[in-house]
């Protein structure tokens, strides 16, 4: 029996942490220290029990002690087991943050008794400090969440709520936050949980944090925009946690897409003659261009509800004929049927009656701006001659050429990018072939299978880089050049959907744009001395005026032409510099005509074609009309010896040949 006393007041003194008894009858005061108590708080028993004072209360952080003092009082009422949090002052003056579990009960002799056991929180709560000081200095969310199939939030801070929009709980309503907490998944949108699954999938398995941009759901309905990012960590209890810091860029995100999308609408107005905006979430139209005299310009820019444009827009100006396969069409549209039924942008041919009065042909196609809005824009149909040549040339080409393309009078081509980022080629002029680098008889075959973007585009002069901005912004803008002119035009290039859809394609179209550019020889000087710096970045002056050589390849020709020092240069050996990994074939010789013309086009504009001379194909610069530091240098006089510093032609790297030799020349 001794033995087992003795070993539970072992226990008590060494195991069960900051254990001590309590006589809950005035004076309160400790009946029983553990010596785990005692090293907890760095005092003697002696220092903490007494039968007349509570030496333990006089430990309690004096902030706490009102806190204390009720804890005690409710605990001397009834039987009853509750817990609190406080501080301690130990010996030295230092602090610890405690969780007191502590029981109340009758003694034998009607006395109320209590246990208490004690559990240093010191650490976790410092941790909650470092948080507030998150919550308080930072506007960032924060969140804590399991890393369970179906996440749990742990701990969320106070902007994130209000990121969210929570509102405060009232009597008998649904506590929103705590549904949200038992499943993260609530605060992603359906189209964006998928995504966010990877994510968190990523960072659980490679330890990696993961950072970007996602949408969450707000508790109001509305949408917010976060960049942040999520890590794994380990948590106290020593299990592994997500933790996420993000900062809303709704505002931001909201206005970086108003600016895009009115670019894209500003292309959309050189093709269509009438656009308008369908908000399917509000409900409601409005018309965003019209082009000429229009009875839509008194209508531009007011939202109505779609019921209201139907009768005003349909129902009086489309023929009876085809009213009801309209009508049917925009309110399937309206119940998003039509994009899930065709990969292709929904289109619809009608006949309608136009401003002036008279029954004209439209063909109109929804383009897609996100879950919520689309763009449908309609122009009037050629004539009947037009339609006719239109009509012979879709019997030769491929059927989705003729939706694609809606029979445009001025388009130059069209192809398909699929949702895994491959390009299928559907149409083009012999012109716009060149454009891209092929012959007609290899873009034939490229029509029969798909390409990836990256080599789609490696022969073209423009660069990869440009592709990918109108992928990414649903619009562009090339230089394009006219082989049976031989002059410059600009085309424009536009998505069929203005963001890439995971399941669907999306179809480039291809259409002259006007060039307005200023005539450049009106603003030439009358004494056009042309020099040339090849030391260093090769660039070009007429007079004061650099040169904007609007292709890269034409502007290398000139500089091969330069180090030729007048010598001439045949169309193979052009080649084998322009394009060193490719040989002599009728695709290159074709490219280089084309580079070679684009030279000439632009020395005519600069008034200077003269300083080139072209004999059966072979072409050579005229020393003797221009100014060039690398003939100055290599004449020997002395005012010139100075001019070469150790770098020549450092764009192009053929150029260290010369280089070489020029090196030499200083030894």
């Not at 605060?187 to 996602?214: C, H, Q, T």
């Not at 891209?436 to 423009?462: H, N, Q, R």
């Not at 009309?625 to 005012?639: F, I």
């Amino acid at each position: 029996m001794n033995n087992m006393l003795n070993n539970t007041e072992n226990i008590l003194n060494f195991q069960i942490s900051g254990f001590h008894t309590y006589i809950l009858e005035k004076p309160f005061h400790l009946s029983f220290v553990s010596q785990n108590l005692c090293g907890m708080l760095g005092k003697e028993r002696s220092e903490l029990q007494s039968e007349k004072y509570d030496l333990y209360a006089l430990s309690v952080h004096p902030a706490d002690q009102e806190k204390y003092s009720e804890f005690l009082q409710r605990l001397s009422v009834k039987e009853q087991t509750l817990s609190t949090e406080y501080r301690l002052i130990r010996k030295d003056g230092s602090v610890i943050f405690v969780r007191d579990c502590f029981t109340s009960e009758k003694n034998k002799d009607g006395i109320f008794i209590g246990s208490s056991v004690l559990t240093d929180i010191t650490d976790i709560k410092n941790e909650n400090n470092d948080l507030r000081f998150l919550n308080e200095t930072i506007p960032c969310g924060f969140m804590k969440y399991t890393c369970e199939k179906q996440p749990r939030v742990t701990y969320i801070n106070q902007k994130m709520i209000d990121i969210l929009r929570f509102p405060e709980v009232k009597e008998g309503e649904l506590d929103y936050l705590e549904l949200y907490k038992s499943n993260i998944f609530l605060m992603i949108p359906m189209e964006e949980r998928r995504r966010f699954s990877k994510y968190l999938n990523r960072v659980y398995s490679s330890d990696v944090p993961v950072a970007g941009e996602i949408t969450l759901l707000r508790c109001d309905g509305t949408r917010a925009h976060i960049f942040g990012w999520v890590t794994k960590t380990i948590n106290e209890y020593g299990t592994s946690e997500f933790q996420t810091v993000c900062m809303d860029v709704t505002d931001r995100h909201q206005k970086r897409k108003n600016i895009e999308t009115e670019r894209y609408l500003k292309a959309l107005t050189d093709v269509y003659d009438k656009i308008f905006e369908f908000n399917i979430d509000a409900n409601t139209v409005k018309c965003l261009h019209s082009s000429g005299s229009s009875n839509f310009k008194h209508f531009e820019n007011i939202a109505i509800q779609i019921e209201d444009a139907y009768e005003k827009w349909i129902v009086k100006t489309v023929i009876a004929e085809d009213r009801e396969r309209v009508l049917t069409f925009f309110k399937d549209f309206c119940q998003k049927k039509l994009y899930t039924q065709n990969i292709q942008p929904p289109m619809i041919e009608y006949i309608a009656k136009s401003s002036n009065g008279e029954n004209k042909k439209y063909k109109g196609v929804f383009i897609k701006v996100d879950d919520s809005v689309s763009f449908y824009c309609c122009r009037t149909m050629p004539d009947t001659a037009d339609a006719e040549i239109l009509r012979t040339e879709n019997n030769i080409l491929r059927e989705n050429m003729k939706e694609l393309v809606m029979r445009f009078t001025d388009g130059l081509a069209a192809f398909e990018v699929t949702s895994e980022g491959l390009i299928k080629p559907l149409f083009a002029n012999d012109n716009v072939c060149e454009f891209f680098g092929y012959t007609k008889e290899e873009w034939i075959s490229l029509m029969e299978k798909s390409t990836p973007l990256e080599k789609f585009v490696a022969y073209s002069d423009t660069a990869y880089e440009d592709f990918e901005e109108l992928l990414r912004n649903g619009e562009a803008e090339f230089t394009y050049f006219d082989c049976k002119s031989e002059k410059e035009r600009k085309i424009k290039a536009i998505c069929s959907h203005k963001e890439a859809n995971s399941k669907n394609s999306r179809y480039v179209m291809l259409y002259y744009a006007d060039s307005s550019k200023q005539n450049v020889k009106t603003t030439l000087p009358e004494n056009r001395t042309v020099s040339i710096r090849t030391f260093g970045y090769f660039d070009v002056f007429v007079g004061d005026i650099p040169i904007a050589f609007r292709n890269k390849k034409a502007k290398e020709l000139f500089a091969l032409l330069i180090d030729r020092k007048g010598g001439y240069v045949t169309s193979e050996e052009a080649i084998g510099f322009l394009w060193e990994d490719e040989p002599a074939s009728t695709v290159t010789l074709s490219r280089y005509r084309k580079v070679a013309l684009r030279l000439k086009n632009t020395l005519e504009e600069y008034g200077i074609s003269d300083i080139i001379e072209t004999i059966d194909g072979k072409r050579r610069i005229i020393p003797e009309k221009v100014q060039c530091d690398l003939y100055n240098y290599l004449s020997g006089k002395e005012e010139y010896s100075q001019l070469f510093k150790g770098s020549y032609l450092t764009n192009y790297s053929w150029a260290e040949t010369t280089l070489g030799e020029l090196s030499g020349d200083i030894k």
